[in-house]
């Protein structure tokens, strides 16, 4: 069996590049897995915006307990919505600009997918009932 390799480098990640096998079987296919699940956590942007998901989701839990409207649909719609596609359009993003030598694209993205987080965040505060001034709010509040 011939196999191909093709090279991948993520901008920022020094000292580790991840060769993909095209044609793989069984335990290449795992390893491959494996290789690309380290790339990918190697990307401090990708680890801070997962720690924000997840600190935006316990927020976001504990305002709907608090506001009796929790439903464990709306849980898994937030997980699925919100952190899947940041997620695949941040290291699409990032793969791109290694390619096309275009860098800042990915420090643009990873700026407005924080900020979109961070307005999900301050709204659930304020239904938790934490005093943040009306100015603050208003600068991350959604048209609807």
């Known amino acids: ?3 191909y ?3 991948f480098v993520v901008d920022g ?4 590049n991840l060769y993909v096998l095209i044609t793989m ?3 290449m296919a795992m390893a491959w897995l494996i ?3 380290i790339l990918i956590w190697a990307i401090w942007e990708v680890q801070f915006t997962v720690y924000h998901i997840l600190l935006n989701l316990a927020v976001a839990l ?3 307990i ?6 464990f649909a709306k849980m898994a719609e937030f997980l699925y919505r919100k952190l899947l596609p940041y997620l695949i359009v941040f290291i699409t993003a990032s793969a791109v600009s290694g390619a096309l030598s275009i860098g800042w694209l990915v420090t643009v993205l990873w700026a407005l997918i924080e900020l979109s987080l961070l307005g999900d965040m301050v709204e659930n505060l304020k239904k938790l009932g ?3 001034p009306d100015e603050v709010a208003s600068l991350f509040k959604r048209e609807e």
Do not use: S, W
């Not at 990640?13 to 580790?16: D, S």
């Not at 608090?66 to 439903?71: A, D, K, L, Q, Y």
């Open 25 to 27: 079987e069984g335990t």
């Open 62 to 64: 504990a305002a709907a």
């Open 13 to 16: 990640v020094k000292g580790y």
């Open 5 to 7: 390799r093709v090279r």
């Open 35 to 37: 290789d690309l699940v």
């Open 1 to 3: 069996m011939q196999h």
């Open 130 to 132: 934490v005093p943040i």
């Open 66 to 71: 608090r506001t009796n409207t929790f439903e």
